[in-house]
């Protein structure tokens, strides 16, 4: 194959040069040739790695821009809507499915109730198999990872994926009675000083939280199903 692009003369050249060199046999001649089109100049050039774009970064910042916050218990628009203590799970998921162009210009209400009736929420809330499905149901592929770590957080968000998250409401503000509230949030993105951006649907301030590393583990780990 090296030889498939020489001419006529160039392989009659370097026929001779093997043969001069004291290759005799068959084989030896191949060997000899082939040493000297790896060596040749052309072959280099032909063959030199070609610079490709470097691999993007996605902007984590801009990430967490796309999605908007929603307030589980009186999130904006004039559907019908019900069990808005229990819709922390359908509300993470709409805001995340609103930053990927999903359901963007839909009633924030009408939105929040799909996924609420896809993921078979009830007053009890919405299990993570239900998340999984709900979020399917509407077009968007999803990944469970269980007990997850800083790192598989950091490599999700470094692949532009966004996370709706399992934890303890209480333990990611390391107060109140920590370990009795599973709650879920979407984590957006992470801030220049390395802070996670967090949309929590129940935080009454409806705007995004800027949480550490340990805040974050802490959420996760202070729940069960974290």
Known sequence: ????????????????????GGASDGQAVHDAIHQM???????????????????????LEGMAAKSPVFYQYNPPGSAAYYNGSSNCGPTSAAEIAVALGVGANADPRALIMQFHDAMGTTEDGTSVSGISSGLRAMGINTETVWSPSLADVDSELAQGRYMVANGDYYGMRGSGPIGTAGHFVAVVGKDASGNYIVNDPADPSRAPLHITGDQLMNFFRTHQGG
């Open 1 to 20: 194959d090296l030889g498939r692009e020489l001419s006529v003369q160039d392989a009659h050249t370097l026929l001779g040069q093997a043969i001069a």
């Open 37 to 59: 089109i790896v060596e040749s100049p052309e072959y280099a050039a032909r063959n030199a790695p070609v610079d490709g774009p470097a691999p993007t970064t996605p902007d």
